[in-house]
């Protein structure tokens, strides 16, 4: 009969007191990189557009000059809950189905400043327009938003964007200097 050495047991515990948390030992950089919306997109703010109290919005300026429209943190629609949202503006109206073809955007839908991109309606019984902050040629709709119309309100400068406009090239300049900075926008909204 072969006898057989029983291993080498060894002990692992660990005293608690010697072992740095996860925190110390590894150096986190303070310096975050942007995101990608920080990185190519300027920020800027519409408030009270059609002169109406709380219809704010979040214009995202990209460098080819597309604008995505979303609700800001002030719209009267934050906090509420959305039930539908209606594309169908007007009779012959119907947002999702704006069809642009080409370059120059041919065909898409002509927006102004306070045009109804689509209206919505609360769990509360309330109905709200949701305007364009500037005008421009509608590029696109969110489509999602007619599945999901809550995303409106939980991610919206992400998956719950409202609109893609292009603005025309000559009145560039004069749209984004009429809108707020992010710094004018945090002013205004914590003297109100």
């Given amino acids: 009969m072969i006898k057989m050495e029983k291993p ?5 515990s660990i005293d608690d007191d010697s072992v740095p948390s996860i925190e110390q030992s590894v150096e ?16 800027r703010y519409a408030t009270n ?3 109406k109290p709380n219809q704010d919005y979040s214009v995202l300026i990209h460098s080819n000059n597309l604008c995505i429209l979303s ?8 906090g509420k809950t959305i039930e539908k949202i209606d594309f169908q503006v007007s009779e012959n109206t119907h947002r999702l189905s704006n069809i642009m073809t080409g370059k120059g955007k041919r065909g898409a839908q002509i927006v102004q400043a306070g045009s109804t991109l689509c209206k919505v309606y609360c769990s509360d019984g309330e109905e709200h327009k ?3 902050a500037i005008p421009g040629k509608l590029v696109e709709m969110n ?3 007619a599945e999901t119309p809550n995303i409106m309100l939980n991610k919206p400068d992400d998956l719950g964007f409202i609109a ?6 000559q009145r560039f300049e ?18 109100v």
């Fill in 8 to 12: 080498n047991v060894y002990d692992f």
């Fill in 28 to 43: 986190i950089s303070e310096d975050v990189p942007p995101t990608v919306v920080q990185r190519y997109f300027e920020s």
């Fill in 49 to 51: 557009v059609n002169d």
């Fill in 71 to 78: 609700l800001a943190s002030s719209h009267v629609l934050m």
């Fill in 130 to 132: 949701i305007l364009s």
């Fill in 143 to 145: 489509s999602k938003l």
């Fill in 164 to 169: 893609i406009v292009l603005p025309q090239k």
């Fill in 174 to 191: 004069k749209i984004r200097d009429g809108l707020l900075t992010k710094e004018q926008y945090i002013i205004k909204n914590s003297t």
